[in-house]
Nanobody, 115 residues
Framework: QVQLVESGGGLVQAGGSLRLSCAAS????????MGWFRQAPGKERDLVAR???????NYADSVKGRFSISRDNVKNTMYLQMNVLKPEDTAFYYC?????????WGQGTQVTVSS
């Protein structure tokens, strides 16, 4: 079992940056491909960035070139560096395995980008 806790969200102006963290409990974190998902009001939860167990990364087109996902298997932590933020990046951000495991969803962290 893995418990995931997201942090690092906040209010930022367009063009700004934030760094999200996902702290994982348990000793099996390194065995999972992980991802950052986001859900805007009235929309579905979508995968925006994925990192494999060997740290190969993939990004949704909407964030490619602006967001960077990384992981530290020693610290059991995953990160999402978000640069050149846009108002359309406003959402709750969640981390989970890829594909996601329902019981692993945490509370998320809110990101709000003002124009």
């Amino acid at each position: 079992q893995v418990q995931l806790v997201e942090s690092g969200g906040g209010l930022v102006q367009a063009g700004g940056s934030l760094r999200l963290s996902c702290a994982a409990s348990g000793r099996t974190f390194s065995r999972y491909a992980m991802g950052w998902f986001r859900q805007a009001p009235g929309k579905e939860r979508d995968l925006v960035a994925r990192i494999s167990t060997s740290s190969v990364t993939n990004y949704a087109d909407s964030v490619k070139g602006r967001f960077s996902i990384s992981r530290d298997n020693v610290k059991n932590t995953m990160y999402l560096q978000m640069n050149v933020l846009k108002p359309e990046d406003t959402a709750f951000y969640y981390c989970n395995t890829v594909p996601p495991i329902g019981v692993f969803w945490g509370q998320g962290t809110q990101v709000t980008v003002s124009s």
